[in-house]
């Protein structure tokens, strides 16, 4: 089994900056995507951020403002918000595809973290 836990999020103004974290424990062999998404209120689920491989991806919204990043000793993902707008506002949940074993992977999603922006 594969727990996700994420911290980070909270209030901040416009402008401002947080850090959000996801730590995978369980039965890892390897952590194959890392991800990170957001959800509005009244808005569908949309990506912000992956990292796979030695590759990053980042929606339009959060492009030179957002970074993702990965400590592969310690099986978490980070994601860092600088220069955040009340837009930004939303749910963020991070999402990792994990083999447990060396044939398959399997999706895997965090409880969700709260990040208001707000002055």
């Known amino acids: 089994q594969v727990q996700l836990v994420e911290s980070g999020g909270g209030l901040v103004q416009p402008g401002g900056s947080l850090r959000l974290s996801c730590a995978a424990s369980?039965?890892?062999?390897?952590?194959?995507?890392m991800a990170w998404y957001r959800q509005a209120p009244g808005k569908q689920r949309e990506m912000v951020a992956t990292?796979?491989?030695?590759?990053?991806n980042y929606a339009d919204s959060v492009k030179g403002r957002f970074t993702i990043s990965r400590d592969n000793a310690n099986d978490t993902v980070y994601l860092q918000m600088n220069s955040l707008s009340p837009e930004d506002t939303a749910v963020y949940y991070c999402?990792?595809?994990?083999?447990?074993?060396?044939?398959?992977?399997?999706?895997?999603w965090g409880q969700g973290t709260q990040v208001t922006v707000s002055s």
């Open positions: 999402y990792e595809q994990i083999k447990s074993t060396p044939w398959s992977a399997k999706g895997y």
């Open positions: 990292a796979q491989g030695g590759a990053t």
């Open positions: 369980g039965n890892i062999v390897s952590i194959v995507t």
